[in-house]
């Protein structure tokens, strides 16, 4: 049990915070490059991968000049890796100002373009460009440590959930503007933004979608740890079990939220992610309407290696099965429940 919960550590949103805050700064410096990426759905084009390191760009081909940026957590600091050669400068810069000018003079050496756009971006108080914020940052490695364990522990979850969704379903990943984690499942149904918001959030609810991810939180909600939500956002998610104790919808936030601190406390949290994604879903199929047959097997790759067509089928049916037995009991309790 100690090795276990020693794997996944505690997480105190005050200790982590200032970190945090830098962070999702200086990485939304390579990210304005994702921006230069064709749109994909809900903006799938900007997440950052989780790498064993830190947070990287995918690969980008811009200007005639193939390259990324890894942000490495782990070492403290930036590299800018090109066909050509790579810069490495470090993430203890003094400031956001600083670090961004020195991003950009190292990349304008290997012939990448400064950003096309320095904003700041969904970060309430911040000062409006890279350039304007020149508050004095000091870099704590144990924080960003701390920070890629999180991200990392919580990734391996999601990509588990994700695998067997056979819809569209962008990678996991960083969205480096609030700086969460996010998981996402899509479907073909146009839906309506709501109205008076950003056009860069209106144009990510343009269709429906089931979301679960993990986020360390903020100043006005500091909860660190999973969340989800259905989008559009249904009725009857009141009362509903989400799959491991301690998850609960929070009808204010429009979020189900399950804190690390429960996550932790499981007997295994890879599979409590799994479970808790598992449970936002089959709330999609029961109150939005969403096909439960846009969920295929879950099994490791050796598995489908080594294991005839005929037995693979027969599996799958068996889970099909298994998650309409599901439906039919939960709807079952709440017709006695609640006649």
């Given at each position: 049990?100690?090795e276990?919960?020693?794997?996944?550590?505690?997480?105190?949103?005050?200790?982590?915070a200032?970190?945090?805050d830098y962070?999702?700064r200086?990485v939304q410096?390579?990210?304005?490059?994702?921006?230069?990426e064709?749109f994909?759905v809900g903006?799938?084009?900007?997440?950052?991968?989780?790498?064993p390191r830190?947070l990287?760009?995918r690969t980008?081909?811009?200007g005639?000049?193939?390259?990324?940026?890894?942000?490495r957590?782990?070492?403290?600091?930036v590299?800018?890796?090109?066909?050509?050669?790579?810069r490495t400068l470090?993430l203890?810069h003094?400031s956001?100002a600083?670090?961004y000018?020195a991003?950009?003079?190292?990349a304008?050496?290997?012939g990448i373009?400064?950003?096309h756009?320095?904003?700041?971006?969904?970060?309430?108080?911040?000062?409006?460009?890279?350039?304007d914020?020149?508050?004095v940052?000091?870099w704590?490695?144990?924080?960003?440590h701390?920070?890629w364990?999180?991200?990392?522990?919580?990734?391996?979850?999601?990509?588990?959930?994700?695998?067997p969704?056979?819809?569209?379903?962008?990678r996991?990943?960083?969205?480096?503007g609030?700086?969460?984690?996010?998981?996402?499942?899509?479907?073909a149904?146009?839906?309506?933004?709501?109205?008076?918001?950003?056009?860069?959030?209106?144009?990510?609810q343009?269709?429906a979608?089931?979301?679960?991810?993990?986020s360390?939180?903020d100043?006005?909600?500091?909860?660190?740890?999973?969340?989800a939500?259905?989008?559009?956002q249904?009725?009857?998610?009141?009362?509903?079990?989400?799959?491991v104790?301690?998850?609960?919808?929070?009808?204010?936030?429009?979020?189900?939220?399950?804190?690390?601190?429960?996550?932790?406390?499981?007997?295994?949290?890879?599979?409590?992610?799994v479970a808790?994604?598992?449970a936002?879903?089959d709330a999609?199929v029961?109150?939005a309407g969403?096909?439960?047959d846009?969920?295929?097997?879950?099994?490791?790759?050796?598995y489908?290696?080594?294991?005839?067509?005929?037995?693979?089928?027969l599996?799958?049916?068996?889970?099909?099965q298994?998650?309409y037995?599901?439906?039919?009991?939960y709807?079952?309790y709440?017709?006695?429940?609640?006649?």
């Amino acid at each position: 049990m100690s090795e276990r919960r020693n794997a996944w550590p505690e997480l105190v949103y005050e200790d982590l915070a200032p970190t945090v805050d830098y962070v999702n700064r200086v990485v939304q410096v390579a990210g304005k490059y994702t921006l230069d990426e064709p749109f994909e759905v809900g903006w799938g084009n900007i997440v950052l991968d989780v790498t064993p390191r830190g947070l990287s760009t995918r690969t980008f081909r811009l200007g005639g000049v193939a390259f990324r940026v890894h942000y490495r957590l782990l070492d403290g600091d930036v590299v800018i890796e090109t066909d050509g050669g790579s810069r490495t400068l470090p993430l203890a810069h003094g400031s956001v100002a600083s670090f961004y000018e020195a991003f950009c003079d190292a990349a304008a050496e290997l012939g990448i373009h400064r950003p096309h756009s320095s904003l700041i971006c969904e970060i309430p108080g911040a000062p409006p460009t890279f350039e304007d914020d020149r508050a004095v940052r000091s870099w704590d490695a144990d924080a960003a440590h701390m920070m890629w364990t999180a991200l990392n522990l919580a990734a391996d979850g999601l990509e588990a959930w994700q695998a067997p969704f056979l819809g569209h379903r962008p990678r996991v990943g960083v969205m480096w503007g609030g700086f969460d984690l996010s998981a996402t499942r899509w479907r073909a149904q146009h839906t309506v933004p709501p109205p008076h918001r950003p056009p860069f959030q209106q144009n990510a609810q343009l269709d429906a979608y089931v979301s679960v991810g993990f986020s360390f939180g903020d100043a006005d909600a500091p909860n660190v740890g999973m969340y989800a939500y259905i989008w559009p956002q249904p009725d009857g998610l009141e009362g509903r079990s989400w799959g491991v104790e301690g998850a609960a919808w929070h009808p204010d936030a429009g979020l189900i939220l399950l804190p690390w601190s429960r996550l932790r406390e499981t007997a295994d949290p890879h599979k409590a992610i799994v479970a808790f994604g598992d449970a936002v879903y089959d709330a999609a199929v029961e109150t939005a309407g969403w096909p439960s047959d846009l969920v295929g097997l879950r099994v490791d790759g050796w598995y489908m290696s080594k294991t005839p067509s005929e037995q693979v089928q027969l599996r799958e049916q068996e889970q099909h099965q298994q998650q309409y037995q599901h439906l039919y009991d939960y709807h079952q309790y709440h017709q006695d429940q609640y006649g």
